[in-house]
């Protein structure tokens, strides 16, 4: 995080830590079945967190997750309220994280120009 304090990476790691635990083991929604937390900005105020998140699936099943963790996220700010030494909790904006799809598809193309190569 350039230009980032230790402070906002602390409380980055510690929501990112927090939020990937519940959502295995306490949130209980369906629409947020395979999402795996690959990252999280915290404002230089403290009072936004971006958490970026991966889902498996197609882009139905991407936008229900999505509603999932919208949902969820007074629950989950709620267990940031215990780990947090801070003021004030983030509020929680959940993104998507395409960038396993990229490097996903550019692992593909780079395999058909082998293939084609070989030919």
Do not use: C, N, W, Y
């Amino acid at each position: 995080m350039k230009g980032s304090s230790r402070r906002q990476e602390q409380v980055a790691e510690t929501v990112r830590q927090v939020v990937a635990d519940a959502l295995v083991s306490e949130v209980r929604d369906p629409r947020v079945g395979f999402v795996t937390v690959t990252g999280v900005h915290v404002s230089s105020d403290l009072g936004h967190a971006a958490v970026r998140v991966s889902v498996m699936g197609e882009d139905a099943d991407k936008e229900k997750a999505l509603e999932g963790l919208a949902s969820a996220a007074g629950f989950l700010r709620a267990k940031l309220t215990g780990a947090l030494r801070t003021r004030t909790v983030p509020e929680l904006h959940f993104e998507l994280d395409r960038g396993i799809e990229h490097a996903a598809r550019i692992e593909e193309l780079l395999a058909d120009l082998r293939r084609e190569s070989h030919d």
